[in-house]
């Protein structure tokens, strides 16, 4: 069975007025160094009558920068791509495959501010100094997703990791930055990850499909393997079925779109659609 999938993803924005829109922030496209495989990549833009330039973020990000002159009633924002999500041994990896080395690790270790709530949450995990950091951060990160029931939350924003934990449930944004605040905490660089997920999924009649989701989980730097993607939805490490568009110190930075907009009531709609491609 061929590993390639094409990839749709269309965000539609309707506005009640015509309205002003002020610079918007595009990061929908994957990040340099990744190891999925990107064959191919498109992104369309309506209405017509914008001005748009790529830029390179201060993390590395490819991010395209829109601008509009008219008003808008409307905006939407259209991904395409087809990817190789043939499953890879995350652990395999070695630092000259991890990309992205030139940006200072400076960026990611700030020292993180942890309530009583999130130390006593790690005290539960003894980690001892024999050299296996990635052994201690593999079971915290199988601990948040056993704790932490996924829930899904369409408002914005992410919860603070004391709130995640208080709750016993949140997003993938919301236990993705516990574990990144936890990280840096115990004195790794660790950031925010936001991008797509395509994995299986059983139909009621029985049939196997494809879904894809826009997804967040926490990257942590290991010496001599570099970074590697912690899922704390699934307690697993990412592979070749995440497929990373932004990361960022915090989770604001890495949202697919921001901008400025006039005051308006505004309402949004995503879809997404995947297939295996068959050769």
């Not at 003894?126 to 990160?141: E, P, S, T």
């Not at 840096?184 to 049939?207: E, K, P």
Request: aromatic share 10%; charged share 20%; with cysteine.
């Amino acid at each position: 069975m061929s590993s390639h999938v094409t990839l749709l993803h269309k965000t539609c924005y309707r506005y009640d007025r015509p309205v002003t829109m002020g610079p918007q922030t595009i990061r929908l496209r994957p990040i340099e160094g990744g190891r999925t495989p990107i064959e191919s990549y498109g992104l369309q833009i309506n209405p017509t009558g914008f001005h748009l330039k790529w830029e390179r973020d201060l993390y590395g990000n490819n991010v395209a920068c829109v601008g509009f002159l008219n008003q808008l009633t409307h905006f939407d924002i259209e991904v395409s791509l087809v990817a190789d999500i043939a499953f890879y041994d995350p652990l395999l990896q070695s630092i000259q495959m991890a990309g992205q080395e030139d940006i200072c690790l400076d960026f990611f270790a700030m020292p993180a501010c942890c309530g009583q709530e999130v130390k006593d949450f790690l005290a539960k995990y003894v980690i001892k100094d024999d050299g296996n950091c990635l052994g201690h951060l593999m079971a915290l990160n199988r601990g948040i997703a056993k704790q932490i029931r996924y829930q899904r939350r369409l408002e914005p924003g992410v919860w603070s990791p004391e709130e995640t934990l208080r709750n016993g449930a949140g997003s993938c944004r919301d236990s993705a930055w516990l574990l990144v605040n936890l990280a840096r905490y115990m004195g790794h660089a660790a950031r925010f990850v936001s991008g797509y997920l395509i994995q299986n999924a059983i139909t009621a009649d029985g049939t196997e499909v494809l879904t894809a989701d826009l997804h967040a989980w926490a990257q942590i730097f290991i010496p001599e393997r570099g970074w590697l993607g912690f899922d704390t939805t699934s307690g697993l490490l990412t592979a070749g079925s995440h497929i990373p568009l932004a990361v960022a110190v915090k989770p604001e930075n890495a949202a697919p779109v921001s901008g400025l907009l006039d005051c308006c009531e505004a309402t949004f709609d995503v879809s997404m659609h995947v297939e295996r491609l068959f050769t």
